[in-house]
Protein backbone atom coordinates (compact mmCIF):
# COMPACT_ATOMS: atom_id res chain seq x y z
CA UNK A 1 0.00 0.00 0.00
CA UNK A 2 3.01 2.24 1.16
CA UNK A 3 4.52 1.64 -2.51
CA UNK A 4 1.29 2.50 -4.56
CA UNK A 5 1.30 5.67 -2.66
CA UNK A 6 4.72 6.19 -3.03
CA UNK A 7 4.17 5.65 -6.71
CA UNK A 8 1.38 7.54 -7.35
CA UNK A 9 3.26 10.37 -5.63
CA UNK A 10 6.04 9.94 -8.12
CA UNK A 11 3.51 10.07 -11.24
CA UNK A 12 2.21 13.83 -9.93
CA UNK A 13 5.48 15.11 -9.28
CA UNK A 14 6.52 13.64 -12.93
CA UNK A 15 3.49 15.65 -14.30
CA UNK A 16 4.02 18.29 -12.50
CA UNK A 17 7.63 18.98 -13.70
CA UNK A 18 6.78 17.93 -17.48
CA UNK A 19 4.02 20.89 -17.34
CA UNK A 20 5.86 23.36 -15.75
CA UNK A 21 8.82 22.60 -17.84
CA UNK A 22 6.72 23.20 -21.17
CA UNK A 23 4.41 25.62 -20.20
CA UNK A 24 6.56 28.29 -22.54
CA UNK A 25 6.11 25.85 -25.28
CA UNK A 26 2.61 24.53 -25.14
CA UNK A 27 1.34 28.11 -25.38
CA UNK A 28 2.15 28.01 -28.80
CA UNK A 29 0.48 24.53 -29.53
CA UNK A 30 -2.60 24.99 -31.86
CA UNK A 31 -4.01 22.91 -28.56
CA UNK A 32 -3.50 25.71 -25.76
CA UNK A 33 -3.65 28.40 -28.78
CA UNK A 34 -1.01 31.08 -29.72
CA UNK A 35 -0.07 32.41 -26.26
CA UNK A 36 2.99 34.00 -26.36
CA UNK A 37 3.70 33.25 -29.40
CA UNK A 38 4.00 36.94 -30.47
CA UNK A 39 6.79 37.65 -27.41
CA UNK A 40 9.87 36.34 -29.67
CA UNK A 41 8.63 36.41 -32.87
CA UNK A 42 7.62 40.38 -32.98
CA UNK A 43 11.12 41.35 -32.01
CA UNK A 44 11.96 41.07 -35.68
CA UNK A 45 9.65 43.61 -36.20
CA UNK A 46 11.04 47.48 -37.64
CA UNK A 47 9.02 50.60 -37.73
CA UNK A 48 10.32 52.15 -40.68
CA UNK A 49 10.21 56.04 -40.67
CA UNK A 50 10.98 57.94 -43.90
CA UNK A 51 11.80 61.26 -45.53
CA UNK A 52 11.87 61.56 -49.12
CA UNK A 53 13.12 65.06 -50.72
CA UNK A 54 12.15 65.53 -54.25
CA UNK A 55 12.50 67.80 -57.62
CA UNK A 56 9.90 66.66 -60.06
CA UNK A 57 10.76 69.15 -63.61
CA UNK A 58 9.43 69.94 -66.61
CA UNK A 59 11.74 71.05 -69.43
CA UNK A 60 10.56 72.99 -72.88
CA UNK A 61 10.36 70.75 -75.87
CA UNK A 62 11.79 73.18 -77.67
CA UNK A 63 14.28 74.81 -75.73
CA UNK A 64 15.70 72.01 -72.80
CA UNK A 65 17.30 74.11 -70.55
CA UNK A 66 14.00 76.16 -69.98
CA UNK A 67 12.28 74.85 -67.08
CA UNK A 68 8.32 75.22 -67.42
CA UNK A 69 7.91 73.32 -64.19
CA UNK A 70 9.55 73.15 -60.92
CA UNK A 71 7.69 71.07 -57.83
CA UNK A 72 9.93 70.32 -54.63
CA UNK A 73 8.42 68.36 -51.98
CA UNK A 74 9.31 66.94 -48.63
CA UNK A 75 7.31 63.87 -47.90
CA UNK A 76 7.71 61.89 -44.52
CA UNK A 77 5.72 58.76 -43.73
CA UNK A 78 5.76 55.59 -41.06
CA UNK A 79 5.97 51.99 -42.32
CA UNK A 80 6.53 48.49 -41.51
CA UNK A 81 9.38 46.05 -42.18
CA UNK A 82 11.09 42.91 -40.75
CA UNK A 83 14.38 41.82 -40.59
CA UNK A 84 15.39 39.00 -42.67
CA UNK A 85 18.85 38.56 -41.99
CA UNK A 86 22.16 39.37 -40.34
CA UNK A 87 25.73 39.41 -42.86
CA UNK A 88 28.23 39.74 -40.44
CA UNK A 89 28.31 43.34 -38.84
CA UNK A 90 25.05 44.22 -41.43
CA UNK A 91 21.19 43.80 -40.63
CA UNK A 92 18.78 42.81 -43.80
CA UNK A 93 15.01 44.97 -43.27
CA UNK A 94 12.50 44.05 -45.49
CA UNK A 95 9.57 46.14 -46.88
CA UNK A 96 7.74 47.35 -49.21
CA UNK A 97 9.01 48.82 -52.49
CA UNK A 98 6.70 51.54 -52.79
CA UNK A 99 7.84 52.63 -49.07
CA UNK A 100 11.45 52.58 -50.82
CA UNK A 101 11.04 54.71 -53.53
CA UNK A 102 8.23 57.16 -54.93
CA UNK A 103 8.91 55.38 -58.49
CA UNK A 104 6.58 52.69 -57.73
CA UNK A 105 3.43 53.10 -59.14
CA UNK A 106 1.76 56.21 -59.42
CA UNK A 107 2.54 57.68 -56.34
CA UNK A 108 4.10 60.75 -58.02
CA UNK A 109 0.85 61.76 -59.65
CA UNK A 110 -1.06 61.60 -56.02
CA UNK A 111 1.07 65.33 -56.14
CA UNK A 112 1.92 66.18 -59.63
CA UNK A 113 -1.76 64.95 -61.51
CA UNK A 114 -0.11 65.40 -64.82
CA UNK A 115 3.80 64.31 -64.57
CA UNK A 116 4.49 61.08 -66.70
CA UNK A 117 7.66 59.46 -66.33
CA UNK A 118 7.38 58.10 -70.16
CA UNK A 119 7.64 61.77 -71.25
CA UNK A 120 11.88 63.01 -71.43
CA UNK A 121 10.72 66.21 -70.86
CA UNK A 122 9.76 65.40 -67.45
CA UNK A 123 12.75 64.75 -65.30
CA UNK A 124 12.16 63.10 -61.33
CA UNK A 125 14.86 63.32 -58.97
CA UNK A 126 14.46 62.01 -55.05
CA UNK A 127 16.67 61.27 -52.46
CA UNK A 128 14.76 59.06 -49.50
CA UNK A 129 16.09 59.02 -46.02
CA UNK A 130 15.52 56.14 -43.18
CA UNK A 131 15.23 55.74 -39.83
CA UNK A 132 14.69 52.51 -38.38
CA UNK A 133 13.40 51.43 -35.06
CA UNK A 134 12.89 48.07 -33.05
CA UNK A 135 11.22 47.08 -30.81
CA UNK A 136 13.41 48.59 -27.84
CA UNK A 137 13.44 52.06 -29.97
CA UNK A 138 16.55 51.94 -30.26
CA UNK A 139 17.49 53.23 -33.88
CA UNK A 140 19.45 52.72 -37.00
CA UNK A 141 20.18 54.28 -40.12
CA UNK A 142 18.32 52.34 -43.28
CA UNK A 143 20.00 52.22 -46.70
CA UNK A 144 18.09 50.66 -49.51
CA UNK A 145 19.92 47.76 -51.22
CA UNK A 146 17.56 45.85 -53.90
CA UNK A 147 13.94 46.64 -55.09
CA UNK A 148 11.46 44.60 -56.58
CA UNK A 149 8.85 46.71 -58.36
CA UNK A 150 7.28 43.93 -59.53
CA UNK A 151 6.26 42.37 -56.26
CA UNK A 152 6.69 45.39 -54.35
CA UNK A 153 9.35 44.66 -52.13
CA UNK A 154 12.59 46.15 -51.09
CA UNK A 155 15.18 45.16 -49.11
CA UNK A 156 17.32 47.06 -46.93
CA UNK A 157 20.34 47.19 -44.81
CA UNK A 158 21.79 49.11 -41.98
CA UNK A 159 24.53 48.58 -38.83
CA UNK A 160 23.43 45.36 -37.24
CA UNK A 161 20.38 45.19 -34.75
CA UNK A 162 20.66 43.11 -32.01
CA UNK A 163 17.09 41.34 -32.64
CA UNK A 164 16.30 38.15 -34.54
CA UNK A 165 16.09 37.26 -37.63
CA UNK A 166 12.78 35.95 -38.75
CA UNK A 167 12.48 32.24 -41.30
CA UNK A 168 10.42 32.00 -44.17
CA UNK A 169 8.21 29.38 -44.03
CA UNK A 170 9.00 26.29 -45.66
CA UNK A 171 5.38 25.86 -46.64
CA UNK A 172 2.99 28.14 -48.83
CA UNK A 173 -0.15 29.50 -46.82
CA UNK A 174 -3.08 27.64 -46.85
CA UNK A 175 -7.07 28.29 -47.69
CA UNK A 176 -8.94 28.67 -44.71
CA UNK A 177 -6.33 28.78 -42.03
CA UNK A 178 -5.58 32.34 -39.54
CA UNK A 179 -2.74 34.13 -40.01
CA UNK A 180 -1.04 36.95 -38.23
CA UNK A 181 -0.22 40.39 -38.84
CA UNK A 182 2.59 42.73 -36.77
CA UNK A 183 2.44 46.14 -37.87
CA UNK A 184 1.94 49.66 -37.14
CA UNK A 185 -1.19 50.75 -39.12
CA UNK A 186 -1.55 54.43 -38.73
CA UNK A 187 1.68 54.68 -37.19
CA UNK A 188 0.57 52.78 -34.05
CA UNK A 189 3.20 52.00 -32.28
CA UNK A 190 5.25 52.22 -28.95
CA UNK A 191 7.92 51.29 -27.13
CA UNK A 192 7.71 47.49 -26.62
CA UNK A 193 3.66 48.10 -28.18
CA UNK A 194 3.49 47.22 -31.84
CA UNK A 195 -0.33 46.24 -32.63
CA UNK A 196 -0.83 42.12 -33.55
CA UNK A 197 -3.43 41.63 -36.19
CA UNK A 198 -5.16 38.36 -37.35
CA UNK A 199 -7.49 37.13 -40.18
CA UNK A 200 -7.75 34.28 -43.03
CA UNK A 201 -5.75 33.31 -46.12
CA UNK A 202 -7.92 33.26 -48.90
CA UNK A 203 -6.09 32.58 -51.85
CA UNK A 204 -3.46 33.62 -54.50
CA UNK A 205 -4.28 36.03 -57.62
CA UNK A 206 -2.62 38.97 -59.49
CA UNK A 207 -3.00 41.88 -57.54
CA UNK A 208 -4.42 45.25 -58.78
CA UNK A 209 -1.97 47.24 -57.80
CA UNK A 210 1.25 45.20 -58.49
CA UNK A 211 0.03 43.33 -61.54
CA UNK A 212 2.05 40.00 -60.04
CA UNK A 213 0.47 37.38 -58.12
CA UNK A 214 0.11 38.17 -54.79
CA UNK A 215 -1.62 36.63 -51.51
CA UNK A 216 -4.97 38.05 -50.06
CA UNK A 217 -5.91 38.06 -46.64
CA UNK A 218 -8.67 39.02 -44.38
CA UNK A 219 -6.10 41.21 -42.75
CA UNK A 220 -7.07 44.52 -41.79
CA UNK A 221 -4.28 47.39 -43.12
CA UNK A 222 -4.00 50.96 -43.55
CA UNK A 223 -1.58 53.49 -44.29
CA UNK A 224 2.08 52.24 -42.78
CA UNK A 225 0.90 48.36 -42.75
CA UNK A 226 3.05 48.63 -45.57
CA UNK A 227 6.18 46.16 -45.31
CA UNK A 228 4.16 44.25 -42.38
CA UNK A 229 5.04 40.67 -42.18
CA UNK A 230 2.30 37.77 -41.69
CA UNK A 231 3.21 35.06 -39.67
CA UNK A 232 1.93 31.10 -39.77
CA UNK A 233 1.03 29.50 -36.04
CA UNK A 234 4.82 29.10 -36.11
CA UNK A 235 5.85 32.45 -36.09
CA UNK A 236 7.43 31.67 -39.59
CA UNK A 237 7.02 34.66 -42.37
CA UNK A 238 4.41 33.90 -45.26
CA UNK A 239 3.83 36.70 -46.25
CA UNK A 240 4.48 40.55 -46.57
CA UNK A 241 1.69 43.37 -46.63
CA UNK A 242 2.10 45.71 -49.49
CA UNK A 243 -1.62 46.97 -50.18
CA UNK A 244 -4.95 47.28 -49.04
CA UNK A 245 -8.56 47.91 -51.24
CA UNK A 246 -9.48 51.42 -50.31
CA UNK A 247 -13.20 50.92 -50.22
CA UNK A 248 -12.84 47.92 -47.85
CA UNK A 249 -9.47 47.65 -45.97
CA UNK A 250 -9.97 44.64 -43.68
CA UNK A 251 -9.09 42.54 -47.09
CA UNK A 252 -5.44 42.62 -47.81
CA UNK A 253 -2.55 41.73 -50.02
CA UNK A 254 0.66 40.40 -49.67
CA UNK A 255 3.97 39.21 -51.24
CA UNK A 256 4.24 35.70 -51.82
CA UNK A 257 6.51 33.29 -49.84
CA UNK A 258 8.30 32.54 -52.91
CA UNK A 259 8.76 36.32 -53.94
CA UNK A 260 10.32 37.02 -50.41
CA UNK A 261 12.46 33.97 -50.83
CA UNK A 262 13.96 35.10 -54.09
CA UNK A 263 14.47 38.69 -52.39
CA UNK A 264 16.00 37.49 -49.58
CA UNK A 265 18.62 35.12 -51.60
CA UNK A 266 19.63 38.11 -54.28
CA UNK A 267 20.08 40.64 -51.48
CA UNK A 268 22.28 38.03 -49.77
CA UNK A 269 24.44 37.63 -53.12
CA UNK A 270 24.69 41.39 -53.45
CA UNK A 271 25.53 42.08 -49.81
CA UNK A 272 28.36 39.47 -50.16
CA UNK A 273 29.77 41.27 -52.98
CA UNK A 274 29.57 44.60 -52.31
CA UNK A 275 29.88 44.20 -48.19
CA UNK A 276 32.52 46.34 -48.33
CA UNK A 277 30.97 49.30 -50.30
CA UNK A 278 27.68 49.54 -47.74
CA UNK A 279 30.20 48.78 -44.68
CA UNK A 280 31.33 52.34 -45.67
CA UNK A 281 28.59 53.86 -46.47
CA UNK A 282 26.68 52.70 -43.63
CA UNK A 283 29.79 54.23 -41.60
CA UNK A 284 28.88 57.30 -42.89
CA UNK A 285 25.67 57.50 -41.15
CA UNK A 286 25.98 58.62 -37.48
Not at 190 to 215: C, M, Q
Amino acid sequence: MFKDAVARFSVILAMLFVFTACSSCVTVSHFFGEGNLFRNKRRSFIKVESLNKMAIIRTSSTSPQKVIEDYRLNLSSTASGVIMGHYDNITLVATSAHVCSMRFGKQINSFVPHFNEKDPHWHFMERPSFVLKDLNGNTSIGVVLKLDYGSDLCMMVSKKISMPEIKISRYSPMVGEKYYNIATPRGIWGKRVVPLLEGRFVGEHKSPFTGEESYMFTIPASGGSSGSPIVNAYGDLVALIHSAYGTFNHVSMAATTKQLEVLLSTSYMKIKKHYDNYKVILSLHI
